[in-house]
T-cell receptor
């Protein structure tokens, strides 16, 4: 089976840096995604990691350690519009294909 | 990026009726589409994986006779909620995987908010 854990809520200040952690357990790991979701909207893709290390994309970076079953999403120079839920998702290989399982999400509040 | 559309975006129906939700990949072919359900302040729960031309694979606890999935073409999958009840009220989101994509990433539709009275 699969298990994905991430903090329920986090609060940070505009202009600061925040790190959202995610730990996972899966039988057939095939990649980890981070998505951003604003209330009432569908998730939007942020990052993808399949090998260990850091992937940087503008203000957003994502890190993966497969041996530790651990990832984090790093957001720099926080803006008010970054207030949203951040979903950690793991793609798991299954018989005949793959499926992506989502964590419960971390609600980030950015304050002025 | 690739675009996935859903129709309708919002539907209100009476208890006992059936509701059909369409999911289309607009500019790419998707042999696999996923259907998720999301309750308020909760994460996405995978309901089923839909493969073009074959039967859908349902997750444990999801009634296949209640949530009918059809994936008749490479760009269209439909989810029909049969005999809907108030507890079926939720945000239903489809996702399609682009096989030719760089990361085989999934693109999400905008979601359908279903309210059953």
């Amino acid at each position: 089976g699969q298990n994905i854990d991430q903090p329920t809520e986090m609060t940070a200040t505009e202009g600061a840096i925040v790190q959202i952690n995610c730990t996972y357990q899966t039988s057939g790991f095939n990649g980890l995604f981070w998505y951003q979701q604003h209330a009432g909207e569908a998730p939007t893709f942020l990052s993808y990691n399949v090998l260990d290390g850091l992937e940087e994309k503008g203000r957003f970076s994502s890190f993966l350690s497969r041996s530790k079953g651990y990832s984090y999403l790093l957001l720099k120079e926080l803006q008010m519009k970054d207030s949203a839920s951040y979903l950690c998702a793991v793609r798991d290989s299954d018989t005949g294909g793959f499926k992506t399982i989502f964590g419960a999400g971390t609600r980030l509040f950015v304050k002025a | 990026g690739a675009v996935v559309s859903q129709h309708p975006s919002r539907v209100i129906c009476k208890s006992g009726t059936s509701v059909k939700i369409e999911c289309r990949s607009l500019d790419f072919q998707a042999t696999t589409m996923f259907w998720y359900r999301q309750f308020p302040k909760q994460s996405l729960m995978l309901m089923a994986t839909s493969n073009e031309g074959s039967k859908a694979t349902y997750e444990q606890g999801v009634e296949k006779d209640k949530f009918l999935i059809n994936h008749a073409s490479l760009t269209l999958s439909t989810l029909t909620v049969t005999s809907a009840h108030p507890e079926d009220s939720s945000f239903y989101i489809c996702s399609a995987r682009e096989l030719a994509g760089v990361h085989n990433e999934q693109f999400f539709g905008p979601g359908t908010r279903l309210t059953v009275l």
